[in-house]
């Protein structure tokens, strides 16, 4: 089998364990030089395929390559990017193919959420169509965890144990300080159209009483003065009553909360997320002491605490997409799936990308407690193994050592293309 | 020498290692079975002692006393509550001796900042007045960094440790998404009054243009024409711009940006925290998409990323503060010594708590740039060792173990008492 050249683009927004993945398509690619010669990346993701900025991933050392694996943000940029319509747009299509052929790309891996599944998959059709032959290979990313047949999406695991962990611990703070002080936490997490993130917040208590003692879910229509009932009722039970909203949270009409038509004396929109908003409400309703927190990037960017399960997943993802692309597979996307619960195992299956593309996960809602506020046992079963373990990146002078890779561009070969 | 009854209380704020403090508190006492019988935690800091909720610490085991040291927030309670001035309110003092007496309470450790290193001096001076024997030893806290004599204050090389972190973390986000999406992350972080939290963002980057690229301190007044300025430059130059506020940012005239006059349609003032405020003006001046982050009670709370150093100067401080009451020095503080900056070397000395009390350590001028936006090589030589060394907590199903103490309460002696 002849040598041709390999093309990784990441998409969308990065997170924890996105350069996991780039480690294991990188490091397998490494692996099969009587297949593939050198890697490219695209600079800033599919922008750099468009525009002929391809990083020489060959250039970098193999040490700065497995330090991919423990640096969270996307290593060769990201964007928020998404192709326009395939019927209208051909010519942004075509450029891609020859761009790939002037550079001998014949394995595409793209790593991304539902979008870039789908532009994946129509990149495949057309290079078909025009007799190009590429690989093209989806390798599952989101923090959203909305991808339809992987068991989870890559990255999700990480900010789940995030938010749980920050829960627990920020709850222990309030707890200590209800007596005189605060008495209502707000954790704002993102998940702006399902609640996994806000649910994996549940996973901090367990027992009776045991905070989150409120989490607020975009599924369930926001209800105000039921939210403050339950606020309320938690505080003189507890002491204290902690939140954990979705950024997704919204009424009934679907109005984000943190639209609700607040604005400024110049008619802008007022400023700040849920939780202040949230935490008003609960000044003005309640005329309790609050804090609150918007976690907003720290949360995807905490490699530092990522689960050692989402790393190693992230990681096989990116390896099986290369196993598929070898082994002939065109139009796949590996995909996690759970083999037992207790041991939690699992391995990676693959799925056609026209099984993927344009399909969203959504929460069951057996997976939320009747009164709309909690987690079920159902919901902790599928969450707890995600969060198993850990992986702390190496540190130096007391900060997480990150890959620092020298980006070397490689030299373009056509014409000028605007976006 | 006889046996007597110790008495231990947490102060003010949490932090991420106040438990640890503890841990080295009780621990110490518990070698000392000759001098020490029972150790006595005031249920909620000072309140407890006042009425008479102490929690019987010689009920929790070995092992829960070990936890306290990877448990953040406050095991028993703390409290936002000042003893009133001693002339017209010496009442409560009295009521504190009454208490200590009923329980044979003959050492006092009280584990706070600045004002409660003021209550412990007046506690101790009147147990003198009124012939009652009493050694009193402050055991500094503070995430504010602001307690004078000691070199650092146990509680801020941890939120310093994460802040740095989630610095690095979250640029290395926003730079892979700069290209076509977020240009501006403004991090908010702690410290109404003094920029040493701020700072520690600073040591994020350390080499030209490597973010935070804007650090807004307390100290410097806010201008707006100048932070937007900077702001545009970092932009254009990098492609994006990390920031760094404090809480405690304020205009000339004292005025804090998130108090700047502007109220809802009900008059209330508006919500939201400086970092929204912040990047609410960079959309208006500058027309950036921005990500706003406020860490809140996460940055304190954060046992997880723990400083190795503040952990073992916490327990440190506490061991010393018995060993200084057992050698019968009255109204002292153990305080951290910087012996050698390279290696960073440190032990514990005491101070006179009347040097301590109403003392508070202010930023040096010369720890900030010249421009006003970052920090300076001294800046960065004093911070560097403070969030040396890593001190993970076990974990157990992905999340940390935290001590749970039983909390017995010991019988009451005396009548109630209204506060």
């Not at 692996?31 to 600079?43: D, L, Q, S, T």
């Not at 928020?80 to 891609?96: C, G, N, P, S, V």
């Not at 627990?168 to 609640?195: N, P, Q």
């Not at 901090?204 to 003065?225: K, L, N, T």
């Amino acid at each position: 089998m002849a040598q041709h050249n390999a093309f990784y683009a990441q998409s969308g927004g990065v997170t924890a364990v996105i350069n996991a993945s780039a480690c294991g398509v990188i490091e397998a690619c490494r692996e099969a030089p009587e297949h593939i010669n050198k890697v490219y990346a695209g600079r800033n993701g599919i922008i750099g395929a468009l525009t002929e900025e391809l990083i020489d991933v060959s250039a970098e050392s193999d040490e700065t390559i497995a330090a991919l694996r423990h640096t969270p943000g996307g290593a060769f940029g990201s964007c928020r990017y998404k192709l326009k319509d395939i019927d209208t747009h051909r010519a942004q299509y075509e450029r891609l193919i020859e761009v790939f052929r002037a550079h001998d790309i014949r394995y595409f891996f793209y790593n991304g959420g539902g979008d870039s599944a789908d532009t994946c998959l129509k990149v495949s059709q057309l290079s078909e169509k025009m007799g190009y032959p590429l690989t093209a290979i989806h390798v599952p990313k989101t923090v959203d965890n909305d991808l339809p047949i992987t068991d989870c999406s890559p990255g999700f695991g990480s900010v789940a144990k995030y938010i749980a962990t920050s829960t627990l611990e920020a709850s222990l703070d309030i707890a200590s300080m209800c007596a005189t002080s605060t008495k209502v936490f707000v954790l704002e997490v993102m998940g702006r159209h399902a609640g996994w993130i806000a649910a994996a917040g549940g996973l901090a208590g367990q027992g009776e009483g045991e905070p989150p003692h409120v989490i607020i879910f975009p599924e369930v229509a926001f209800d105000r003065d039921a939210v403050m009932a339950k606020v309320d009722e938690s505080v003189r039970k507890y002491g204290y009553c902690v939140i954990v909203v979705s950024e997704g949270a919204r009424y009934e009409d679907g109005t984000f909360l943190a639209d609700a038509g607040n604005t400024d004396a110049f008619g802008h929109r007022q400023l700040g997320g849920v939780a202040p908003t949230l935490a008003g409400m609960v000044k003005q309703d309640l005329g309790y002491k609050y804090h609150w927190a918007v976690a907003d990037y720290l949360q995807r960017a905490a490699r530092h605490l990522a689960s050692r399960t989402d790393v190693e997943q992230a990681y096989a993802v990116g390896r099986e997409a290369v196993a598929l692309a070898l082994a002939g597979k065109n139009s796949m996307m590996p995909a996690i799936r759970r083999i037992t619960q207790a041991p939690y195992q699992w391995d990676v299956i693959s799925a056609p990308l026209s099984e993927v593309a344009n399909q969203e996960k959504f929460m069951p809602r057996d997976f939320i407690s009747e009164d709309g506020f909690g987690i079920t046992p159902a919901c902790r079963e599928y969450l707890a193994p995600l969060i198993q373990g850990e992986d702390f990146p190496p540190f130096k002078n007391g900060l997480p050592v990150v890959a620092k890779p020298e980006l070397k561009q490689v030299e373009k070969r056509l014409p000028e293309f605007t976006l």
